[in-house]
Protein backbone atom coordinates (compact mmCIF):
# COMPACT_ATOMS: atom_id res chain seq x y z
CA UNK A 1 0.00 0.00 0.00
CA UNK A 2 1.36 3.09 -0.96
CA UNK A 3 1.01 6.00 1.41
CA UNK A 4 0.56 9.87 -0.42
CA UNK A 5 2.05 12.32 1.21
CA UNK A 6 -0.84 14.70 3.05
CA UNK A 7 -0.87 18.14 0.54
CA UNK A 8 -0.20 21.05 2.89
CA UNK A 9 -2.89 23.29 3.21
CA UNK A 10 -2.57 26.27 1.14
CA UNK A 11 -1.95 29.44 3.10
CA UNK A 12 -1.67 32.84 1.44
CA UNK A 13 0.81 34.96 3.04
CA UNK A 14 0.39 38.55 2.73
CA UNK A 15 2.04 41.93 4.64
CA UNK A 16 0.50 43.69 6.78
CA UNK A 17 0.17 46.92 6.11
CA UNK A 18 1.05 48.66 9.41
CA UNK A 19 3.87 46.60 10.38
CA UNK A 20 5.07 44.87 7.68
CA UNK A 21 4.82 41.43 9.30
CA UNK A 22 3.71 38.69 7.67
CA UNK A 23 -0.31 37.70 8.21
CA UNK A 24 -1.36 34.08 6.57
CA UNK A 25 -4.98 33.84 5.58
CA UNK A 26 -6.06 30.09 5.20
CA UNK A 27 -9.95 30.88 5.04
CA UNK A 28 -9.99 30.92 0.86
CA UNK A 29 -11.79 34.12 -0.02
CA UNK A 30 -14.57 33.27 2.88
CA UNK A 31 -12.17 35.84 4.94
CA UNK A 32 -13.80 39.02 5.91
CA UNK A 33 -11.41 40.30 8.65
CA UNK A 34 -7.74 39.07 9.95
CA UNK A 35 -5.93 40.02 12.42
CA UNK A 36 -1.93 40.50 12.40
CA UNK A 37 -1.05 39.59 16.11
CA UNK A 38 2.15 41.63 15.54
CA UNK A 39 1.01 44.99 15.85
CA UNK A 40 -3.00 43.73 16.79
CA UNK A 41 -4.15 45.21 13.66
CA UNK A 42 -7.63 43.86 12.61
CA UNK A 43 -7.46 43.93 8.36
CA UNK A 44 -10.20 43.81 5.98
CA UNK A 45 -9.07 40.61 3.96
CA UNK A 46 -11.58 41.39 1.10
CA UNK A 47 -9.34 44.39 -0.17
CA UNK A 48 -5.95 43.51 -1.76
CA UNK A 49 -3.82 45.80 0.60
CA UNK A 50 -5.62 44.51 3.73
CA UNK A 51 -6.82 47.57 5.22
CA UNK A 52 -6.47 48.56 8.70
CA UNK A 53 -9.74 48.27 10.08
CA UNK A 54 -9.18 48.75 13.50
CA UNK A 55 -5.71 48.75 15.90
CA UNK A 56 -6.94 47.08 19.18
CA UNK A 57 -4.83 47.15 22.97
CA UNK A 58 -4.81 43.85 24.99
CA UNK A 59 -4.12 43.59 28.60
CA UNK A 60 -3.00 40.01 28.14
CA UNK A 61 -2.27 37.95 25.05
CA UNK A 62 -4.01 35.28 24.90
CA UNK A 63 -2.51 31.67 23.22
CA UNK A 64 -5.00 29.51 22.18
CA UNK A 65 -5.03 26.32 23.41
CA UNK A 66 -5.43 25.10 19.88
CA UNK A 67 -2.95 26.60 17.31
CA UNK A 68 -4.68 27.99 14.62
CA UNK A 69 -3.76 26.02 11.65
CA UNK A 70 -4.43 23.31 13.23
CA UNK A 71 -6.63 20.41 11.87
CA UNK A 72 -8.89 18.08 12.68
CA UNK A 73 -11.99 15.84 11.95
CA UNK A 74 -15.45 16.56 13.84
CA UNK A 75 -18.44 14.26 12.80
CA UNK A 76 -16.50 13.38 9.82
CA UNK A 77 -16.17 16.58 8.97
CA UNK A 78 -12.07 17.75 8.56
CA UNK A 79 -12.12 21.34 9.98
CA UNK A 80 -8.93 23.76 10.26
CA UNK A 81 -8.68 26.39 13.14
CA UNK A 82 -8.14 29.36 11.54
CA UNK A 83 -9.28 32.33 14.11
CA UNK A 84 -10.22 32.34 17.59
CA UNK A 85 -11.82 34.92 19.80
CA UNK A 86 -11.83 35.64 23.93
CA UNK A 87 -14.93 37.24 25.01
CA UNK A 88 -16.31 38.92 28.25
CA UNK A 89 -19.11 39.25 30.19
CA UNK A 90 -19.79 40.68 33.59
CA UNK A 91 -22.23 39.41 36.02
CA UNK A 92 -22.17 40.77 39.62
CA UNK A 93 -19.22 43.11 39.31
CA UNK A 94 -17.20 39.55 38.43
CA UNK A 95 -15.72 39.75 34.99
CA UNK A 96 -15.58 36.00 33.28
CA UNK A 97 -13.94 35.48 29.60
CA UNK A 98 -13.84 32.54 27.61
CA UNK A 99 -12.73 31.80 24.45
CA UNK A 100 -14.10 31.03 20.60
CA UNK A 101 -12.52 29.06 18.17
CA UNK A 102 -13.11 29.26 14.50
CA UNK A 103 -13.32 26.20 12.50
CA UNK A 104 -13.17 25.76 8.37
CA UNK A 105 -13.77 23.76 6.04
CA UNK A 106 -13.51 24.94 1.99
CA UNK A 107 -16.89 22.74 1.42
CA UNK A 108 -19.03 22.78 3.88
CA UNK A 109 -18.32 26.06 5.87
CA UNK A 110 -17.79 27.00 9.53
CA UNK A 111 -17.96 25.35 12.97
CA UNK A 112 -17.30 27.30 16.53
CA UNK A 113 -15.59 25.93 19.19
CA UNK A 114 -16.03 27.40 22.59
CA UNK A 115 -14.11 26.67 25.69
CA UNK A 116 -14.30 28.47 29.54
CA UNK A 117 -12.51 26.70 32.42
CA UNK A 118 -11.59 23.41 30.41
CA UNK A 119 -15.41 22.97 29.24
CA UNK A 120 -16.15 22.78 25.42
CA UNK A 121 -18.83 22.82 23.18
CA UNK A 122 -18.79 22.32 19.44
CA UNK A 123 -21.45 25.01 17.63
CA UNK A 124 -23.34 25.40 14.63
CA UNK A 125 -25.10 27.93 13.52
CA UNK A 126 -28.69 27.06 12.82
CA UNK A 127 -30.78 27.90 10.13
CA UNK A 128 -34.01 26.79 11.19
CA UNK A 129 -35.74 29.49 14.12
CA UNK A 130 -36.06 28.42 17.42
CA UNK A 131 -39.86 28.92 18.77
CA UNK A 132 -40.23 30.68 22.03
CA UNK A 133 -42.01 28.89 24.59
CA UNK A 134 -42.25 28.99 28.50
CA UNK A 135 -41.41 26.21 30.65
CA UNK A 136 -43.37 26.76 34.09
CA UNK A 137 -43.05 30.57 34.46
CA UNK A 138 -39.51 30.99 33.02
CA UNK A 139 -38.97 31.41 29.17
CA UNK A 140 -37.86 28.38 26.86
CA UNK A 141 -37.05 27.77 23.35
CA UNK A 142 -38.17 25.10 21.39
CA UNK A 143 -36.31 23.70 18.53
CA UNK A 144 -36.39 20.17 17.07
CA UNK A 145 -38.72 18.73 19.33
CA UNK A 146 -36.76 19.39 22.31
CA UNK A 147 -37.34 22.25 24.86
CA UNK A 148 -34.45 24.31 25.95
CA UNK A 149 -34.53 25.77 29.44
CA UNK A 150 -33.28 29.37 29.26
CA UNK A 151 -30.03 29.59 31.66
CA UNK A 152 -28.64 33.27 31.20
CA UNK A 153 -28.76 36.22 29.65
CA UNK A 154 -25.40 38.61 29.23
CA UNK A 155 -23.14 41.14 27.21
CA UNK A 156 -20.17 39.44 25.63
CA UNK A 157 -17.99 41.07 24.72
CA UNK A 158 -14.74 40.49 22.50
CA UNK A 159 -11.36 41.80 24.36
CA UNK A 160 -9.19 39.55 22.21
CA UNK A 161 -8.69 38.37 18.64
CA UNK A 162 -6.51 36.14 16.51
CA UNK A 163 -6.45 34.63 13.64
CA UNK A 164 -9.48 34.64 10.77
CA UNK A 165 -12.84 35.49 10.97
CA UNK A 166 -15.86 35.47 8.16
CA UNK A 167 -17.64 38.16 9.89
CA UNK A 168 -16.54 41.84 10.31
CA UNK A 169 -15.10 41.12 14.11
CA UNK A 170 -13.49 44.22 16.67
CA UNK A 171 -12.14 44.14 19.52
CA UNK A 172 -14.31 46.12 21.91
CA UNK A 173 -17.81 45.31 20.21
CA UNK A 174 -20.01 43.27 21.83
CA UNK A 175 -23.89 41.44 21.68
CA UNK A 176 -26.27 40.55 23.72
CA UNK A 177 -26.78 36.68 24.24
CA UNK A 178 -29.35 34.71 25.56
CA UNK A 179 -28.37 30.49 26.51
CA UNK A 180 -31.03 27.95 26.63
CA UNK A 181 -30.10 24.56 27.99
CA UNK A 182 -30.99 21.01 27.10
CA UNK A 183 -28.29 18.95 28.27
CA UNK A 184 -26.03 17.79 26.51
CA UNK A 185 -26.99 20.53 24.37
CA UNK A 186 -27.52 24.50 24.43
CA UNK A 187 -29.29 26.98 22.29
CA UNK A 188 -27.69 30.37 21.89
CA UNK A 189 -29.03 33.32 20.67
CA UNK A 190 -26.56 36.35 19.62
CA UNK A 191 -28.43 39.94 18.63
CA UNK A 192 -27.09 42.52 17.13
CA UNK A 193 -28.99 45.86 16.01
CA UNK A 194 -28.12 43.85 12.26
CA UNK A 195 -29.03 40.88 13.33
CA UNK A 196 -30.21 37.82 15.28
CA UNK A 197 -28.55 34.72 15.15
CA UNK A 198 -28.93 31.47 16.59
CA UNK A 199 -26.26 28.49 17.55
CA UNK A 200 -26.23 25.04 18.83
CA UNK A 201 -23.88 24.23 21.35
CA UNK A 202 -23.32 20.20 21.96
CA UNK A 203 -20.95 19.74 25.07
CA UNK A 204 -17.66 17.47 24.11
CA UNK A 205 -15.28 16.58 26.68
CA UNK A 206 -12.19 17.70 26.19
CA UNK A 207 -10.14 14.77 25.47
CA UNK A 208 -12.43 14.16 22.60
CA UNK A 209 -11.49 17.84 21.18
CA UNK A 210 -7.97 17.14 21.97
CA UNK A 211 -8.30 13.18 20.31
CA UNK A 212 -9.92 15.34 17.51
CA UNK A 213 -7.39 17.62 16.61
CA UNK A 214 -4.21 15.59 17.57
CA UNK A 215 -3.04 17.80 20.56
CA UNK A 216 -0.21 16.96 22.81
CA UNK A 217 -0.46 16.73 26.75
CA UNK A 218 -3.98 16.74 28.35
CA UNK A 219 -6.42 18.66 27.88
CA UNK A 220 -7.22 21.40 30.80
CA UNK A 221 -9.27 20.00 33.88
CA UNK A 222 -12.84 21.33 33.88
CA UNK A 223 -13.69 23.35 36.95
CA UNK A 224 -17.27 23.76 38.04
CA UNK A 225 -20.45 22.55 36.19
CA UNK A 226 -21.20 24.21 33.23
CA UNK A 227 -24.37 25.23 31.66
CA UNK A 228 -24.97 22.43 29.80
CA UNK A 229 -22.83 19.84 31.02
CA UNK A 230 -24.68 16.27 31.05
CA UNK A 231 -25.18 15.37 34.72
CA UNK A 232 -23.17 12.30 35.16
CA UNK A 233 -26.09 10.66 37.12
CA UNK A 234 -28.49 12.51 33.95
CA UNK A 235 -30.06 9.11 32.26
CA UNK A 236 -29.00 7.14 35.15
CA UNK A 237 -31.93 8.14 37.69
CA UNK A 238 -34.85 7.20 35.61
CA UNK A 239 -32.90 4.07 34.84
CA UNK A 240 -32.85 3.18 38.32
CA UNK A 241 -35.75 3.95 39.27
CA UNK A 242 -36.97 2.25 36.18
CA UNK A 243 -34.82 -0.51 37.94
CA UNK A 244 -36.61 -0.25 41.09
CA UNK A 245 -40.05 -0.65 39.52
CA UNK A 246 -38.62 -3.89 38.08
CA UNK A 247 -37.56 -5.51 41.59
CA UNK A 248 -40.53 -4.27 42.66
CA UNK A 249 -42.82 -5.83 40.39
CA UNK A 250 -40.51 -9.05 40.45
CA UNK A 251 -40.67 -8.93 44.88
CA UNK A 252 -44.40 -8.73 44.08
CA UNK A 253 -44.66 -11.26 42.12
CA UNK A 254 -43.02 -13.42 44.89
CA UNK A 255 -44.54 -12.27 47.60
CA UNK A 256 -47.94 -13.22 46.20
CA UNK A 257 -46.72 -16.34 44.84
CA UNK A 258 -45.55 -17.45 48.26
CA UNK A 259 -49.55 -16.47 49.67
CA UNK A 260 -50.70 -18.84 47.20
CA UNK A 261 -48.40 -21.63 48.24
CA UNK A 262 -48.59 -20.80 51.97
CA UNK A 263 -51.91 -22.61 53.01
CA UNK A 264 -52.66 -20.31 55.84
CA UNK A 265 -54.79 -23.10 57.28
CA UNK A 266 -56.65 -22.70 60.68
CA UNK A 267 -55.22 -24.96 63.73
CA UNK A 268 -56.86 -24.17 66.28
CA UNK A 269 -60.10 -21.42 66.86
CA UNK A 270 -62.22 -21.35 70.08
CA UNK A 271 -63.70 -18.47 72.08
CA UNK A 272 -63.65 -17.42 76.06
CA UNK A 273 -64.77 -15.52 78.31
CA UNK A 274 -63.13 -13.56 81.11
CA UNK A 275 -63.60 -11.54 84.22
CA UNK A 276 -60.81 -10.16 86.23
CA UNK A 277 -61.43 -10.97 90.09
CA UNK A 278 -60.48 -7.93 92.38
CA UNK A 279 -58.65 -10.31 94.67
CA UNK A 280 -54.57 -10.47 92.89
CA UNK A 281 -53.94 -14.39 94.10
CA UNK A 282 -56.52 -15.94 91.61
CA UNK A 283 -54.37 -18.08 89.12
CA UNK A 284 -55.72 -16.60 85.47
CA UNK A 285 -53.78 -19.51 83.30
CA UNK A 286 -55.55 -22.29 81.67
CA UNK A 287 -54.17 -24.46 78.92
CA UNK A 288 -56.37 -25.07 75.51
CA UNK A 289 -56.97 -28.50 74.12
CA UNK A 290 -54.07 -29.97 71.85
CA UNK A 291 -54.15 -29.50 68.11
CA UNK A 292 -51.90 -30.34 65.30
CA UNK A 293 -49.58 -28.53 63.14
CA UNK A 294 -48.54 -30.16 59.96
CA UNK A 295 -45.91 -29.40 57.05
CA UNK A 296 -42.29 -28.81 56.93
CA UNK A 297 -41.22 -25.94 59.27
CA UNK A 298 -42.68 -22.48 58.98
CA UNK A 299 -44.70 -19.93 60.43
CA UNK A 300 -47.39 -20.14 63.33
CA UNK A 301 -49.47 -16.67 63.99
CA UNK A 302 -51.47 -16.19 66.77
CA UNK A 303 -54.61 -13.99 67.00
CA UNK A 304 -56.41 -12.62 69.87
CA UNK A 305 -59.79 -10.71 69.01
CA UNK A 306 -61.43 -9.32 71.92
CA UNK A 307 -64.53 -7.16 72.51
CA UNK A 308 -62.95 -4.83 74.79
CA UNK A 309 -63.91 -0.77 74.99
CA UNK A 310 -62.42 1.51 76.21
CA UNK A 311 -60.53 -1.16 78.23
CA UNK A 312 -57.12 -2.70 78.32
CA UNK A 313 -55.85 -6.58 78.52
CA UNK A 314 -52.65 -8.25 78.74
CA UNK A 315 -52.21 -11.56 77.25
CA UNK A 316 -49.00 -14.21 78.57
CA UNK A 317 -49.14 -16.87 76.41
CA UNK A 318 -46.94 -19.63 75.07
CA UNK A 319 -47.28 -22.36 72.35
CA UNK A 320 -46.26 -25.70 73.76
CA UNK A 321 -45.07 -28.96 71.92
CA UNK A 322 -47.55 -31.56 73.91
CA UNK A 323 -44.96 -34.31 73.32
CA UNK A 324 -41.40 -32.54 73.39
CA UNK A 325 -42.47 -29.65 76.15
CA UNK A 326 -40.90 -27.23 74.36
CA UNK A 327 -42.23 -23.87 75.01
CA UNK A 328 -42.14 -20.98 73.08
CA UNK A 329 -43.07 -17.90 75.91
CA UNK A 330 -44.88 -14.65 73.97
CA UNK A 331 -47.44 -11.99 75.30
CA UNK A 332 -49.16 -8.97 73.93
CA UNK A 333 -51.22 -6.12 74.93
CA UNK A 334 -54.53 -5.70 73.68
CA UNK A 335 -56.22 -1.29 74.40
CA UNK A 336 -58.84 0.27 72.90
CA UNK A 337 -60.13 3.48 73.46
CA UNK A 338 -62.03 6.08 72.01
CA UNK A 339 -64.21 8.82 72.94
CA UNK A 340 -65.08 12.76 72.01
CA UNK A 341 -63.15 15.77 72.90
CA UNK A 342 -62.80 19.67 71.11
CA UNK A 343 -61.07 18.07 68.52
CA UNK A 344 -63.97 15.57 67.59
CA UNK A 345 -63.79 12.03 67.57
CA UNK A 346 -60.62 9.89 68.54
CA UNK A 347 -59.79 5.91 68.84
CA UNK A 348 -56.71 4.59 70.01
CA UNK A 349 -54.95 1.60 69.93
CA UNK A 350 -57.58 -1.50 68.46
CA UNK A 351 -59.33 -4.85 69.94
CA UNK A 352 -57.04 -7.06 68.15
CA UNK A 353 -53.60 -8.29 68.33
CA UNK A 354 -51.37 -11.01 66.53
CA UNK A 355 -48.17 -12.40 66.77
CA UNK A 356 -46.19 -14.44 64.24
CA UNK A 357 -43.92 -17.23 65.37
CA UNK A 358 -40.89 -18.14 62.83
CA UNK A 359 -39.64 -21.69 62.75
CA UNK A 360 -42.19 -24.03 64.09
CA UNK A 361 -41.69 -28.00 63.46
CA UNK A 362 -44.44 -29.69 63.21
CA UNK A 363 -46.11 -31.69 65.61
CA UNK A 364 -48.77 -31.73 68.56
CA UNK A 365 -49.22 -28.60 70.14
CA UNK A 366 -51.61 -26.68 73.01
CA UNK A 367 -51.53 -22.97 74.22
CA UNK A 368 -51.29 -21.70 77.49
CA UNK A 369 -53.07 -18.51 78.05
CA UNK A 370 -53.27 -15.96 81.16
CA UNK A 371 -55.16 -12.94 80.50
CA UNK A 372 -54.87 -10.00 82.75
CA UNK A 373 -57.02 -7.08 83.28
CA UNK A 374 -56.90 -4.01 85.48
CA UNK A 375 -57.33 -5.03 89.25
CA UNK A 376 -57.71 -1.63 90.45
CA UNK A 377 -60.58 -0.37 88.58
CA UNK A 378 -63.58 -0.59 90.83
CA UNK A 379 -65.68 -1.05 87.73
CA UNK A 380 -67.80 -4.24 88.26
CA UNK A 381 -68.92 -4.49 84.69
CA UNK A 382 -65.57 -3.55 82.79
CA UNK A 383 -63.36 -5.50 84.10
CA UNK A 384 -64.36 -8.63 82.02
CA UNK A 385 -64.39 -9.45 78.60
CA UNK A 386 -64.82 -12.37 75.42
CA UNK A 387 -61.88 -13.14 73.46
CA UNK A 388 -61.28 -15.31 70.54
CA UNK A 389 -57.82 -17.21 70.07
CA UNK A 390 -56.67 -18.46 66.93
CA UNK A 391 -53.67 -20.40 65.70
CA UNK A 392 -53.08 -20.13 61.93
CA UNK A 393 -50.44 -22.64 60.64
CA UNK A 394 -48.33 -21.40 57.45
CA UNK A 395 -48.55 -17.72 57.07
CA UNK A 396 -47.10 -15.16 54.96
CA UNK A 397 -45.03 -13.05 56.20
CA UNK A 398 -44.70 -9.34 55.06
CA UNK A 399 -41.07 -8.42 56.91
CA UNK A 400 -39.01 -9.75 54.09
CA UNK A 401 -40.82 -7.81 51.44
CA UNK A 402 -40.28 -4.60 53.20
CA UNK A 403 -36.63 -5.11 53.91
CA UNK A 404 -36.28 -5.94 50.44
CA UNK A 405 -38.62 -2.89 49.54
CA UNK A 406 -36.19 -0.44 51.31
CA UNK A 407 -32.88 -2.12 50.30
CA UNK A 408 -34.08 -1.43 46.62
CA UNK A 409 -34.68 2.03 47.13
CA UNK A 410 -31.35 2.79 48.12
CA UNK A 411 -29.90 3.22 44.46
CA UNK A 412 -32.09 5.29 43.07
CA UNK A 413 -32.42 7.99 45.82
CA UNK A 414 -28.74 7.85 46.23
CA UNK A 415 -28.59 8.99 42.61
CA UNK A 416 -31.46 11.24 42.82
CA UNK A 417 -29.92 13.63 45.32
CA UNK A 418 -26.55 13.43 43.65
CA UNK A 419 -28.42 14.24 40.67
CA UNK A 420 -30.22 17.13 42.27
CA UNK A 421 -26.87 18.25 43.76
CA UNK A 422 -25.26 18.52 40.31
CA UNK A 423 -28.56 20.32 39.13
CA UNK A 424 -27.93 22.58 42.19
CA UNK A 425 -24.63 23.59 41.01
CA UNK A 426 -25.48 23.99 37.25
CA UNK A 427 -28.31 26.42 38.07
CA UNK A 428 -26.32 28.44 40.56
CA UNK A 429 -24.38 30.05 38.02
CA UNK A 430 -27.81 30.88 35.86
CA UNK A 431 -29.77 34.03 36.31
CA UNK A 432 -32.09 31.11 38.44
CA UNK A 433 -29.98 30.86 41.34
CA UNK A 434 -32.77 31.98 43.50
CA UNK A 435 -30.33 33.18 46.23
CA UNK A 436 -28.64 35.36 43.86
CA UNK B 1 -33.44 19.49 -26.75
CA UNK B 2 -31.53 21.53 -28.98
CA UNK B 3 -29.56 23.99 -27.62
CA UNK B 4 -29.70 28.09 -28.33
CA UNK B 5 -26.80 30.02 -29.82
CA UNK B 6 -25.13 32.20 -31.09
CA UNK B 7 -21.99 34.54 -31.78
CA UNK B 8 -20.64 37.12 -29.06
CA UNK B 9 -21.23 40.53 -30.76
CA UNK B 10 -17.93 41.42 -29.35
CA UNK B 11 -15.36 38.66 -30.18
CA UNK B 12 -17.28 36.36 -32.82
CA UNK B 13 -17.08 33.17 -30.24
CA UNK B 14 -19.68 31.13 -30.44
CA UNK B 15 -21.76 30.94 -27.30
CA UNK B 16 -24.00 28.29 -26.33
CA UNK B 17 -26.95 28.73 -24.10
CA UNK B 18 -27.44 25.40 -21.62
CA UNK B 19 -31.01 26.84 -20.52
CA UNK B 20 -33.33 27.58 -23.08
CA UNK B 21 -34.90 30.47 -21.27
CA UNK B 22 -31.86 32.17 -20.60
CA UNK B 23 -32.04 36.06 -21.38
CA UNK B 24 -28.42 37.24 -20.53
CA UNK B 25 -25.14 35.29 -20.62
CA UNK B 26 -21.77 36.14 -20.50
CA UNK B 27 -18.85 35.37 -23.47
CA UNK B 28 -16.28 32.95 -22.09
CA UNK B 29 -13.67 34.48 -23.77
CA UNK B 30 -13.98 38.49 -23.54
CA UNK B 31 -16.25 38.10 -20.42
CA UNK B 32 -18.67 40.44 -22.06
CA UNK B 33 -22.18 40.70 -20.76
CA UNK B 34 -24.47 39.49 -23.85
CA UNK B 35 -28.47 40.33 -23.78
CA UNK B 36 -30.84 37.75 -26.38
CA UNK B 37 -32.68 40.33 -28.23
CA UNK B 38 -34.65 37.72 -30.14
CA UNK B 39 -32.32 35.87 -32.03
CA UNK B 40 -29.82 38.47 -31.77
CA UNK B 41 -26.81 38.98 -29.16
CA UNK B 42 -26.29 42.13 -27.61
CA UNK B 43 -23.48 43.50 -25.23
CA UNK B 44 -24.19 46.11 -22.64
CA UNK B 45 -21.27 45.35 -20.65
CA UNK B 46 -18.03 43.69 -19.41
CA UNK B 47 -17.60 41.39 -16.26
CA UNK B 48 -15.01 43.23 -14.00
CA UNK B 49 -12.71 40.45 -12.39
CA UNK B 50 -14.51 38.28 -9.86
CA UNK B 51 -13.60 39.16 -6.25
CA UNK B 52 -11.87 36.95 -3.77
CA UNK B 53 -15.22 35.06 -2.55
CA UNK B 54 -14.68 31.40 -3.09
CA UNK B 55 -17.66 28.69 -3.55
CA UNK B 56 -17.03 25.26 -4.50
CA UNK B 57 -19.63 25.38 -7.00
CA UNK B 58 -18.37 26.44 -10.35
CA UNK B 59 -20.23 26.84 -13.86
CA UNK B 60 -20.84 23.10 -14.94
CA UNK B 61 -21.40 21.78 -11.62
CA UNK B 62 -24.18 19.08 -11.60
CA UNK B 63 -26.31 17.71 -8.41
CA UNK B 64 -29.31 16.35 -7.17
CA UNK B 65 -32.02 17.91 -5.47
CA UNK B 66 -35.34 16.16 -4.86
CA UNK B 67 -34.12 13.55 -6.94
CA UNK B 68 -34.10 16.14 -10.27
CA UNK B 69 -30.36 16.18 -11.59
CA UNK B 70 -29.59 19.88 -12.02
CA UNK B 71 -26.51 21.58 -13.43
CA UNK B 72 -25.55 25.13 -12.43
CA UNK B 73 -25.23 28.03 -15.60
CA UNK B 74 -25.01 30.71 -14.38
CA UNK B 75 -23.86 32.87 -11.08
CA UNK B 76 -24.41 36.33 -9.64
CA UNK B 77 -22.14 37.61 -6.99
CA UNK B 78 -23.80 39.95 -3.72
CA UNK B 79 -21.72 41.76 -1.64
CA UNK B 80 -23.71 43.82 1.51
CA UNK B 81 -22.72 45.02 4.62
CA UNK B 82 -21.93 41.67 6.34
CA UNK B 83 -20.30 40.01 3.52
CA UNK B 84 -20.85 38.13 -0.07
CA UNK B 85 -23.10 35.50 -0.82
CA UNK B 86 -23.76 33.78 -4.26
CA UNK B 87 -26.44 32.95 -5.73
CA UNK B 88 -26.32 29.94 -8.08
CA UNK B 89 -28.62 30.22 -11.48
CA UNK B 90 -28.87 26.14 -11.98
CA UNK B 91 -31.33 24.07 -14.05
CA UNK B 92 -32.91 20.79 -13.80
CA UNK B 93 -33.32 18.22 -16.42
CA UNK B 94 -36.32 19.17 -16.84
CA UNK B 95 -35.67 22.82 -17.64
CA UNK B 96 -37.03 24.36 -14.46
CA UNK B 97 -34.71 27.28 -13.22
CA UNK B 98 -33.55 26.78 -9.18
CA UNK B 99 -31.30 29.02 -7.41
CA UNK B 100 -28.53 27.33 -5.44
CA UNK B 101 -27.29 30.02 -3.11
CA UNK B 102 -24.12 29.82 -1.13
CA UNK B 103 -23.95 32.31 1.63
CA UNK B 104 -20.17 31.82 3.51
CA UNK B 105 -21.23 28.06 2.58
CA UNK B 106 -24.32 27.89 4.16
CA UNK B 107 -26.50 26.29 0.96
CA UNK B 108 -30.10 27.05 0.23
CA UNK B 109 -32.11 25.93 -3.13
CA UNK B 110 -34.95 28.14 -3.79
CA UNK B 111 -37.04 28.64 -6.71
CA UNK B 112 -39.28 31.46 -7.70
CA UNK B 113 -42.99 31.19 -6.55
CA UNK B 114 -46.38 33.33 -6.85
CA UNK B 115 -46.90 35.08 -3.54
CA UNK B 116 -50.31 33.73 -2.00
CA UNK B 117 -50.66 37.04 -0.65
CA UNK B 118 -49.45 40.58 -1.13
CA UNK B 119 -45.82 40.90 0.09
CA UNK B 120 -45.33 44.20 1.78
CA UNK B 121 -43.48 47.07 -0.17
CA UNK B 122 -39.79 47.34 1.04
CA UNK B 123 -41.14 49.91 3.58
CA UNK B 124 -42.79 47.67 5.63
CA UNK B 125 -40.05 44.73 5.24
CA UNK B 126 -38.52 44.57 8.89
CA UNK B 127 -37.26 42.32 11.01
CA UNK B 128 -39.65 39.79 12.71
CA UNK B 129 -42.35 40.81 10.36
CA UNK B 130 -44.68 37.46 9.39
CA UNK B 131 -44.75 36.66 5.76
CA UNK B 132 -47.20 33.84 4.45
CA UNK B 133 -46.77 31.64 1.51
CA UNK B 134 -48.94 29.00 1.11
CA UNK B 135 -49.29 27.31 4.39
CA UNK B 136 -46.01 28.53 5.79
CA UNK B 137 -45.52 31.24 7.71
CA UNK B 138 -42.29 32.99 7.67
CA UNK B 139 -40.49 35.53 9.21
CA UNK B 140 -38.29 38.25 7.70
CA UNK B 141 -34.71 38.01 9.69
CA UNK B 142 -32.73 40.48 7.59
CA UNK B 143 -33.13 43.05 5.29
CA UNK B 144 -30.39 43.91 3.31
CA UNK B 145 -29.11 46.04 0.81
CA UNK B 146 -27.04 44.70 -1.72
CA UNK B 147 -24.56 45.34 -4.36
CA UNK B 148 -23.95 43.20 -7.35
CA UNK B 149 -20.81 42.00 -7.83
CA UNK B 150 -20.26 40.03 -10.60
CA UNK B 151 -22.07 37.91 -12.81
CA UNK B 152 -21.12 34.84 -15.02
CA UNK B 153 -23.15 32.57 -17.25
CA UNK B 154 -26.76 32.13 -18.03
CA UNK B 155 -29.48 33.98 -16.46
CA UNK B 156 -33.28 34.19 -16.74
CA UNK B 157 -33.24 38.04 -16.00
CA UNK B 158 -31.21 40.76 -17.04
CA UNK B 159 -29.34 41.34 -13.75
CA UNK B 160 -26.37 43.53 -15.58
CA UNK B 161 -27.85 47.41 -14.65
CA UNK B 162 -28.95 46.88 -11.13
CA UNK B 163 -27.30 48.97 -8.69
CA UNK B 164 -28.82 48.51 -5.55
CA UNK B 165 -31.02 46.06 -4.57
CA UNK B 166 -33.21 45.66 -0.88
CA UNK B 167 -33.27 42.14 0.12
CA UNK B 168 -35.41 40.36 2.57
CA UNK B 169 -34.44 37.15 4.24
CA UNK B 170 -37.07 34.80 5.38
CA UNK B 171 -36.86 31.99 7.89
CA UNK B 172 -39.53 29.91 10.17
CA UNK B 173 -39.20 26.65 12.38
CA UNK B 174 -38.46 24.36 10.39
CA UNK B 175 -35.23 25.64 8.10
CA UNK B 176 -37.53 26.21 5.13
CA UNK B 177 -36.13 29.40 3.60
CA UNK B 178 -37.08 32.07 1.61
CA UNK B 179 -35.89 36.06 -0.15
CA UNK B 180 -38.15 38.90 -1.35
CA UNK B 181 -35.93 40.28 -4.14
CA UNK B 182 -37.30 44.39 -4.38
CA UNK B 183 -35.37 44.85 -7.31
CA UNK B 184 -38.34 44.30 -9.34
CA UNK B 185 -41.63 45.56 -9.14
CA UNK B 186 -43.79 43.78 -7.86
CA UNK B 187 -41.25 41.98 -5.44
CA UNK B 188 -40.20 38.78 -6.81
CA UNK B 189 -40.54 35.73 -3.96
CA UNK B 190 -38.21 32.83 -3.56
CA UNK B 191 -39.36 29.40 -1.34
CA UNK B 192 -36.94 26.94 -0.49
CA UNK B 193 -34.94 24.93 2.21
CA UNK B 194 -31.42 25.27 3.57
CA UNK B 195 -29.72 21.80 2.44
CA UNK B 196 -26.59 20.16 3.28
CA UNK B 197 -23.60 20.36 1.08
CA UNK B 198 -23.23 16.55 1.43
CA UNK B 199 -27.25 16.31 0.45
CA UNK B 200 -26.79 17.70 -3.17
CA UNK B 201 -24.08 14.61 -4.48
CA UNK B 202 -22.28 17.63 -6.02
CA UNK B 203 -19.86 16.72 -8.92
CA UNK B 204 -17.85 18.83 -10.97
CA UNK B 205 -17.20 21.35 -7.91
CA UNK B 206 -14.07 22.82 -7.31
CA UNK B 207 -11.06 21.59 -5.91
CA UNK B 208 -9.08 23.23 -2.94
CA UNK B 209 -5.27 22.49 -2.77
CA UNK B 210 -4.77 20.35 0.46
CA UNK B 211 -7.97 19.72 1.14
Not at chain 1, 140 to 153: E, I, P, S, V
Not at chain 1, 239 to 247: D, E, G, N, P, Q
Not at chain 1, 401 to 428: C, D, M
Not at chain 2, 174 to 185: L, R
Request: charge should be neutral; charged fraction near 20%; include cysteine.
Amino acid sequence: MSTQPRPMPKVRSLACPNCGGTVEVRGLGRTLTVVCIQCLSVLDATTPSLQVIQQFRAKERFRPLIPLGVRGKLNGILYEVIGMQVRQMTADGVAYHWSEYVLFNPYRGFRYLTEYNGHWNVVSILQALPQAATRGIRPAALYMGATYRRFQGYQAATIYVMGEFPWRVQVGESVQCDDFIAPPRMLSREQTSDETVWSLGEYTPGAVIWQSFGLKGKPPIPAGVFANQPSPAGGQIGAAWKRFLVWLAVLIFIQFTAMLFHAGKTAFSQRYSFTQQTAGTHENSFVTDVFELSGRISDVEVKVNTDLDNNWAYFNLALINADTADAYDFSRQVSYYHGRDSDGTWTEGGSKASAVLPSIPAGRYYLRIEPEMDTAAARSTANSMRYQIQVIRDVTTWSFFFIGVVLLLIPPIWKTVRGGSFEQKRWAESDYSGGG
Amino acid sequence: MSRPAGNCPNCGAPVEFQFSSAVQTTCPYCHSILVRQDVDLKKVGEVADLPPEISPIQLLTEGIYKNKSFRAVGRIIYQYELGYWNEWHCVTQQGESLWLSDAMAEYAVSALVKPTKPLPDPGNAYRGARIEWNAATFEITSVNRARYLGVEGELPFEYWDKSEMVFADLRNNSAQFGTIDYSESPPLLFIGEFVSFDSLGLRNIREFEGW
